[in-house]
């Protein structure tokens, strides 16, 4: 698990990790998604901003009551912040700059979700939401390279996995992937405009350019 505790950005690397290893401390020591849940909360709190999880107040209680039971009401001061940063995002909620991508990101998880995991849900909230962003999925999630968000996939939604055939990057990945899957043209992730590697994914595409390789 210790190696899903990385990087956020510089600043908030070592406090992203500091949340998530007392995270850790309360979840059941064999239970593969814990390292990733510490590790995007973690990176939230780090931001001083919950709602970066892509977790409603909802889901983040629930989550944590499931799988870090105690932290949110317990004494442990390594996790002061996530209590005192609690009762605020249940007043502001979760906002959703982009809902018509997030339910197309939704239909498409939902429909390749597996039949196994009990917390694929709260993964498939923390992913539409990541899409929005301007980062590489696995760096804006708190990761520490693709292959965690492939080992993530693959046990989430495995038959999503198989059909990156191409191995495209996978926040371009599920973008274009749902777009098809909703019968729309291909189009880039609301978050890909920003990204420092932009040119790289869509080579000879302007910036705000919604234009794709065709199917994928």
Known sequence: MEALLTPAPPSHAEDAQRFARALLRH???VHPDAGFFAAVIGTSLAHGNLARSGLTPAELQALTDYLFPGALTGH????SALREQFPAYLKSGLGDPQPGFTLLMRVL???YGAPGPDTTQWVTSILAHACLRPDHLWRDLGLSGREDVTALLARHYPGLVLRNVHNLRWKKFLAY????????PAGAAP????CEDHAVCYPGAEPDSQDGPGQI
Not at 177 to 184: N, V
Not at 191 to 194: A, K, V
């Open 177 to 184: 992937s749902a777009r098809e899957h909703a019968g729309l």
């Open 191 to 194: 978050g890909c405009d920003g």
């Open 76 to 79: 442990d001061n390594a996790l």
């Open 109 to 111: 998880l939902d429909a």
């Open 27 to 29: 979840a059941p020591p």
